[in-house]
């Protein structure tokens, strides 16, 4: 075992699994982690500099769709545990079917990134590319995992089977500060589909979700319709989000930022919510 963990915090199922990954992850050599700073690409990350020291590396695309405070807690990340992290610039919105937003988005971003990715890595004398799918992910709509099946992207959090709530209690017991962070998608998330993503409504998004989290309420999303800005807050949080105080302030500063309308979705926070226009 290389990753040192709190072996009275897991389940003798949740241990096997990480042996499992270990194992995968030292068959392959050399590894760069794309690495975005969520719950699931830091422990693959972790436990990929665990097993293969300077052999892993943590490779982490920066373009108008990921918000300046992910990219920050992901440097940080690295540097306090000495991990070589490179970043990359792909600017998916030069790309027509990412810029009109079709249901398919998530497939061309993938595709552009961990081609750059997988670039880096062979300048690097790496030989192989990773992403932090789970095996929660197959079970949601992930164009996304097309790009990566067809770049020979490896999923080692998938071949050792873990899920998503597995990977948190595993990264509790490791000690990473990441165990309980909300789950995080990428801005271009929170367009609806066929509306046209621009970099000037990425950085609206941007600073409205900020100011959010800078109001208290971490786990939120500002879904955009046109000129509607949807805000989602888990149910317990619908009533605060709706007093008066915050309300007004909340009104006030998204029109500020450019919003027209500002509106709570009633049914609250959940993840891939713009899915449920899709019929599949």
């Known amino acids: 075992m290389y990753t040192d963990i709190d072996r009275a915090k897991v389940t003798d199922e949740e241990y096997r699994k990480l042996e499992k990954l270990e194992e995968y992850i030292e068959g392959l050599g050399t590894l760069a982690v794309g690495f975005s700073g969520g719950v699931d690409s830091s422990f693959l990350l972790v436990v990929a500099h665990n097993v293969l020291g300077e052999g892993a590396i943590a490779v982490t695309n920066s373009d108008a769709s990921i918000p300046g405070r992910e990219l920050k807690e992901a440097r940080e990340f690295c540097r ?34 961990f081609t750059e990715i997988k670039k880096v890595a062979g300048e690097n004398g790496i030989e192989y590319v990773a992403e932090g799918s ?7 709509y992930r ?70 989290i800078g109001k208290g309420f971490m786990e939120e999303r500002v879904r955009l319709h046109g000129n509607v800005a949807r805000i989602e807050v888990p149910e317990r949080d619908i009533v605060r989000l709706a007093s008066d105080d915050i309300r007004r302030a909340v009104y006030e500063e998204f029109r500020k930022i ?23």
């Open 143 to 212: 164009p996304g995992l097309k790009a990566v099946s067809e770049l020979s992207v490896k999923s080692p959090l998938r071949e050792a089977g873990l899920k998503k709530q597995e990977i948190r209690n595993i990264s509790k017991a490791m000690g990473l500060p990441t165990w309980s962070k909300p789950a995080y998608a990428c801005l271009a998330s929170r367009f609806v589909y066929g509306e046209e993503i621009t970099e000037e409504k990425l950085r609206m998004i941007d600073r409205a979700e900020q100011y959010l």
């Open 80 to 113: 306090e545990r000495g991990i070589r992290q490179i970043e990359c610039s792909v600017n998916p919105l030069t790309v027509e079917e990412y810029r009109h937003n079709s249901a398919d988005r998530c497939y061309f971003c993938k595709r552009g990134i």
């Open 258 to 280: 450019g919003f027209m309308f500002v509106a709570i979705d009633m049914k609250g926070y959940r993840t891939g919510s713009m899915n449920e226009t899709l019929n599949l």
């Open 134 to 140: 789970n095996m929660d992910d197959l079970g949601d």
